[in-house]
């Protein structure tokens, strides 16, 4: 399989409790993105990547969620003392930037429910 | 600020007859727009793209038209069928940059 995993696809946790997410995009794609979907609710922009380089963040994300992309390959997400308000699909997506926009692909996504 | 809506949560149609999807925007610097279509419990699945310097894309039964002046495009599914029934989610890039997503429109192909 070829396309972007995420795993867990599914995570249940306890409010205040750490938890991490990993991303792995497409091999040879050098962007790749972090959204987060609630019911009802597009797709919200969290961060993206370019290669390393974490290029952008939203204001959505606040100082309990960081990102890495160490070397360029894989990804993670980690949320700090988890909120009930932290409930949702998070999605990481990956594409192919080469000075022209492109599509981007998703994976599956984590469904985090926190308790 | 939403700068891409889709003002119809839900659209209902009948199996073989033309599904139009409608999306809007308000940031004339967007260049590029996309559609993805998303089942339950599943990541969005990119379906089609459109530059904005052209009007019309074609891919099979879907067809994106992008008419930049009223800042609108339109997803048309022709003939619609019963696999066809999910969210539809509008996108649009800005110089290569990150997608700024609709909040989706479900729809329902009836037998």
């Known amino acids: 399989d070829t396309g972007v995993s995420q795993n867990p696809r599914h995570k249940i946790t306890k409010r205040g409790q750490n938890v991490t997410f990993r991303c792995d995009p497409i091999?040879?794609?050098?962007?790749l993105y972090w959204y987060r979907q609630t019911l009802g609710q597009g797709p919200e922009f969290l961060t993206y990547f370019q290669n390393e380089a974490q290029l952008e963040k939203s204001r959505l994300l606040s100082d309990r969620f960081s990102a890495e992309r160490p070397k360029g390959s894989f990804s993670t997400l980690e949320i700090q003392r988890t909120e009930q308000g932290d409930s949702a699909m998070y999605l990481c997506?990956?594409?192919?930037?080469?000075?022209?926009?492109?599509?981007?692909?998703f994976g599956q996504g984590t469904r985090l429910t926190v308790v | 600020d939403q700068q891409v809506k889709q003002n119809s949560p839900s659209l209902s149609v009948q199996e073989g007859r033309i599904s139009i999807l409608n999306c809007d925007y308000t940031n004339s610097m967007f260049d590029y727009f996309l559609w993805y279509k998303k089942y339950p419990a599943e990541g969005p699945t990119f379906l089609i793209s459109?530059?904005?310097?052209?009007d019309k894309n074609e891919d099979g039964r879907f067809t994106v038209f992008l008419n930049k002046s009223a800042k609108h495009l339109s997803l048309h599914i022709v003939p619609s069928q019963p696999g066809d029934s999910a969210v539809y989610f509008c996108?649009?890039?800005?110089?290569?940059?990150?997608?700024?997503f609709g909040q989706g429109t479900r729809l329902t192909i009836n037998p």
């Open positions: 997506a990956s594409s192919s930037v080469s000075g022209m926009n492109t599509e981007a692909f």
């Open positions: 091999s040879e794609h050098n962007r």
């Open positions: 996108a649009a890039i800005q110089g290569a940059q990150k997608l700024v």
């Open positions: 459109i530059s904005s310097i052209k």
